[in-house]
């Protein structure tokens, strides 16, 4: 006998709880058949059920509460069957909430109300959801089944063995990085889809600098000389850009080598606060000065022209660099050691940063190199990728622009660099 007479009511407390919360959204919802009272009866029989048919061995009795339930739905909601709307997602909800209930009586108590507050959130959000599938183009659809093409179709068919030069290339874990990349730059890309440009300069930045820093320093450079009006907004979008690319790396060393990511983030945290410190007062200075453009006072964002990142063709390529500064990468370092792997880093990472700090990260995991050269050649190809987007302001962009831009450029180098030597003389 339990310690604790009311130990043994928790399982069916929980299903309540579960039917209530569920049944909390669904109440406020004037077409829903069902609310509170009914949501948590058909969470609580879900739970009744489970235990009836563990303790009588008799496991056709979950199913059969289904099965009754079903009917019962099915009595409630046919005489509405010629309505608008026949309330499928109550529907729906109710077999949920009753299958929560089942868990719940299998003893998986977490899973059931992780699943309950996560259906709870979706079913509120029908508004939200509705108005993002609305402003989905065809070209986003596809984005969105490419990624699953790439992440759960041909993935798990790679080999995850070692091959070529240096037993360098491995197909499984090649292919996850152009996933990891591919759904970092899907995120940014998507959001900057559904948020739009009409939100203003900083979330143009901060997405589009998750999709394509080098893209977006390219693109407002050119509207930042087109025209002078823009050049306050262009410099806190390529700002804003080149910031959030610290952020990025951080996630991506935090996944693919977590033993790293404290001093990485130490390195780029001094990036993050010397260019949050001159982003804020750009930002500032365009709520303030900016010409009046429109009703709303701010100016117009120019559209920002993205490519597709899971089009199939650039997964490809990206899979295709990274291999290449995969084996450059490891031939180097064992020809000349710790330096090849830097010179690898400033030519590669000055055009793209992802594929030499993802090789960087594959020869760490090999014990090919030492921690603090993966550190040393993470942070080369930053510096090396921020001078060329910095050549690419001057020379697209025009003196004005660049001196309103490379301050803020020099502060992130200059943060990076005071905790890079933080981290390696601590």
Known sequence: ??????????????????????????????????????????????????VLSRHSGEPWMLGAGLLVLGGMIIAAYYPARHGDDPGTTTVAAIVVCYSLGALVGYGQTQIAVTLAILSTVLLYFKAELRGVSQNLTRRDLISMLQFAVLSLVVLPILPNEDFGPYRALNPYQVWWMVVLISGLSLAGYAALRIAGQRHGALLTGLFGGVASSTATTLAFSRHGRANQALAGLSTVVILTANWVVQIRLSLVVAVVAPSLFADMFMILGGGLLGGGFVLLRHWRELGRHVEKNDETGTPATPVLELGNPTEIR????????????????????????????????IVSGSTDVDAITLSTLRLLGMNTLPAHSALTAILLAFLANMTFKSGLVLTLGGTALAKRVLPGMGLIVAGTLIGYTWVIWK
């Open 314 to 345: 650039m997964a490809l390529s990206f899979g295709a660099l990274y291999a290449a500064v995969l084996v450059a990468s490891a031939w180097l370092t064992d020809w000349a050691g710790q330096w090849g792997t830097y010179a690898v880093a």
């Open 1 to 50: 006998m339990s310690t604790y007479p009311l130990d043994s009511l928790y399982p069916y407390l929980t299903s309540l709880a579960i039917g209530l919360l569920i049944g909390l959204e669904r109440e406020r919802n004037p077409s829903a058949k069902a609310g509170l009272r009914t949501f948590s009866l058909v969470a609580l029989a879900g739970t009744l059920a489970t």
